[in-house]
Structures are given as structure tokens and as C-alpha cells.
């Protein structure tokens, strides 16, 4: 009898141990399961946070890499008519508060290439302006300083980078680590110098683009063939809308700063020319 209980006892035991594996693997199972099933969730949840950033994103934001190529005859161009009103050498508290003055009142962005030594606590308010009202910043070198930029003429790939990093690092104090610019202007433009191939590749691997300009209002031309009013920078524009062989894309190149008023004066005159010609006022990224 004895022997019996104990023969049922070590059944039972077994039977036991056999259940406690059985609900150990299936616990396995389901908790595997169910971090598959968390993992799906958390992707399908940040694929759904992407789409909707992306559907958010501004669709008049594009990239000057690829706006370069176009109005350089690079790369054809069929869409709608876009323009990129550009201004370069700020910020300044004062002409450039007056530019976004006329750009908020007639709806419309602007790109701001701007030089690194202008970016600095004095300016912190206009700066963060130009972001909170959508509009683009560009880089526009750290000292605008021709001869260590390029001296004989042909670019200095170390001095062009450095300048740029000058740059990115005022703006992101100012801005915050988060902000970065992705766009840079040459000054004098990269049409204007020689050997500029190494500095090109330097910024594009640092995720960098240039742009230039097919259009301008001749604000800085020679003081013998700059426009003298409103009228005078009118037809200058449209002179040079006329000569540039990409008329569907206009890169318009504008300058900022105390000498600058008359292209403040003429700046809704130049909006209204472009919104009268149904094109699409665009900024770079």
C-alpha cells in the first residue's frame, strides 16, 4: 500500500513537473509574442509620427542642390514657376525687421543668407524671427572676407569650411542645437572663383548645398549701373528675367543691410511682380 502511494506520488510529480514546463514554454511563447506584438507597434507608431511630419512639412521648402542644378541648365524643369527671394549679409535688427515686415504682410518667404559675425546675442530677437515667421537661413560665410576665402581667385577649402562651421555653430547658440542650415551661399557667388571643388565636396558630406542666383535686383552692382529707384529695380529685374535662360525657376538675388533701403522700398513691387506672374514663392531648407 505504501508502495503504492509513493508510485502515485512520483506520478504526480512528474505530472507536475511536466504542467510547470508546459506553462513555462507557453509563457515564453506569449511574452515573445507579445514584444513581437509591442516592436510592431511602436514602428507602425513612429512610421504614423514620420507621415505625419512630412504631411505637416511646408511643400514650398526645397533644396538648393537640386534648385542649382536647374537654373544652371543641369537638369530640366517642367512644374509650376517658382521663385526664392534671397537676401544676403544679415541679420540686422533694423533692415531686416523692415524686409520681414513687407514679407508678412504680403504672405510671402524669403531665404536669409547670413553672415556668421552678424549672428550674435544683439541680433538673437530678428533671428529668431526669420524662423517663427517660416522663412529660410542660409549661410553666407562666417567674415564675407574675399581674400582669405579666396586667395588669387581660387577657394581655400579649409578656410570655406572652417567659416562654415563658424557659422553653424553662431546660429545653433542663437537657435538652439537642434537647428541646422543645409544651404550656403559663396560670397561673390561659386560662378566667381576658381577651385572650389574640395570645399563643395567638404559641405556636401557635412550635408551642405550651395546655391547662386539667376536673377537679381542690381542692389550691388557698381554705383554707376545700380538702380536709383523703385522703377529703375523694377526694370532691372525684369531685364534680368528676361536674360536668364531658366525663366520657370528664379533664384532672386537681394542684399540686406543700411545701404540696402531702396531694395526695401521696392520689395512689394518685386512680390507683386512675381504673384502677378503666378509663380510660387519658395524657400530653401
Not at 507536475?16 to 513581437?36: C, G, H, M, R
Not at 576665402?149 to 563658424?166: F, H, N, Q, R, S
Not at 533664384?251 to 520689395?267: F, I, N, Q, R
Request: glycine share 6%; net charge neutral; hydrophobic share 35%.
Amino acid at each position: 500500500m505504501k508502495e503504492k502511494l509513493k508510485n502515485i506520488k512520483n506520478i504526480f510529480g512528474v505530472i507536475s513537473i511536466f504542467f510547470v514546463i508546459i506553462l513555462f514554454v507557453i509563457l515564453v511563447f506569449e511574452n515573445k509574442k507579445y514584444t513581437k506584438n509591442l516592436e510592431k507597434d511602436i514602428t507602425k507608431k513612429e512610421e504614423m509620427k514620420k507621415e505625419k511630419k512630412e504631411e505637416n512639412k511646408p511643400n514650398n521648402i526645397y533644396s538648393a542642390g537640386q534648385i542649382q542644378k536647374i537654373i544652371s541648365g543641369k537638369e530640366e524643369y517642367s512644374g509650376e514657376k517658382l521663385v526664392f527671394l534671397t537676401f544676403d549679409d544679415g541679420p540686422f535688427n533694423d533692415s531686416t525687421n523692415k524686409i520681414l515686415d513687407v514679407l508678412k504682410e504680403k504672405k510671402v518667404n524669403a531665404t536669409f543668407f547670413l553672415q556668421g559675425k552678424n549672428v550674435k546675442d544683439e541680433t538673437s530677437d530678428v533671428l529668431k524671427r526669420i524662423v517663427s515667421e517660416k522663412n529660410g537661413i542660409g549661410m553666407h560665410s562666417f567674415d564675407h572676407d574675399y581674400k582669405r576665402l579666396y586667395p588669387e581667385k581660387v577657394g581655400d577649402a579649409t578656410v570655406i569650411v572652417d567659416e562654415m562651421k563658424k557659422t553653424d555653430t553662431a546660429l545653433k547658440k542663437q537657435l538652439g542645437e537642434e537647428f541646422k542650415s543645409s544651404t550656403w551661399r559663396y560670397p561673390g557667388g561659386h560662378m566667381s572663383w576658381k577651385g572650389l571643388e574640395e570645399a563643395d565636396k567638404l559641405m556636401a558630406d557635412a550635408g551642405v548645398t550651395w546655391i547662386d542666383w539667376n536673377v537679381l535686383n542690381g542692389d550691388a552692382e557698381p554705383s554707376s549701373t545700380r538702380p536709383k529707384t523703385v522703377d529703375e529695380m523694377i526694370d532691372k529685374l525684369d531685364n534680368s528675367m528676361e536674360n536668364t535662360p531658366v525663366k520657370d525657376v528664379a533664384v532672386v538675388l537681394m542684399h540686406d543691410g543700411k545701404s540696402k533701403e531702396l531694395t526695401v522700398e521696392a520689395l512689394p513691387k518685386i512680390i507683386d511682380y512675381y504673384k502677378e506672374k503666378n509663380y510660387k514663392f519658395c524657400i530653401f531648407n
